[in-house]
């Protein structure tokens, strides 16, 4: 029967082998499930700083004389969403 998900082959350095599978031993899970869900987190703290980056950036960059108020937005988003659509 095929895996339900897909699966990774990864080659490991002996010391990151052995503190992973102290720290799924701890847990008292699998190998498996403890690097994916180390790989998640790591996944979410790279998304962060990029996100981050990003947004420092467009901080940065911010022109308040150029910004739209609260109170026109939702007005320009009434008008889109009131229009008929095409067919």
């Known amino acids: ?48 700083l990029a996100l981050g980056r990003i947004a420092e950036e467009r901080e940065r960059t911010f022109d308040r004389s150029r910004a739209l108020s609260h109170q026109e937005v939702w007005a320009f988003s009434s008008k889109r969403n009131s229009k008929p659509k095409g067919r």
């Open 1 to 48: 029967m095929p895996a339900k998900n897909p699966r990774v082959n990864v080659v490991l350095e002996r010391p990151l082998y052995e503190g992973l599978s102290r720290l799924a031993r701890r847990e008292g899970t699998s190998l498996s499930l403890k690097a994916r869900d180390l790989l998640r987190e790591a996944l979410e703290a790279y998304e962060d």
